[in-house]
């Protein structure tokens, strides 16, 4: 019975198009975020894309941007690492039931988002400098 389930989750993740994060559909995610310093707290717009095999973050703060791209290399049906452009680790995750959750090591982040109905909540800290910076945001499909 495992042989048989696993040669079937076999076949079915051959025949689909991947998703750059498991359960989490292609697409374009933007909304608003808020991150929080020891100099309080920062809104923010933000918008995450993804397509198959790679995301792109991407901010706008009002006074600067920031953008993020890595590519997703799939480990197993839930789990995968995160890549930069020269082919190098830079984190890795899991996905399980629209849920996922990211560490990138890299640069000392971690994230976890939420996908439901059309609606993608991420959730994650990163250190910058001697500060450690939390952040949530809240996005639409578009």
Known sequence: MKKLLFSL????????????????????????????????AIPYTSTLTLTDGSLLAEYDYGLSTARYEARVVSRSAIAFDLQNEAGEKIGSGYCFEARCHI?????N??????????????LGSMQHDAMTVYY??????R
């Open 103 to 107: 560490d990138m090591t890299s640069f």
């Open 9 to 40: 989750t076999a076949l079915f993740t051959l025949a689909t198009p991947a998703a750059a994060l498991p359960g989490i559909p292609n697409g374009a995610y933007a909304g608003r975020g808020k991150m929080q310093t020891g100099l309080g």
């Open 109 to 122: 982040a971690e994230e976890t988002l939420f996908f439901k109905d059309g609606r993608l909540e991420r």
């Open 136 to 141: 949530a945001e809240d996005l639409a499909a």
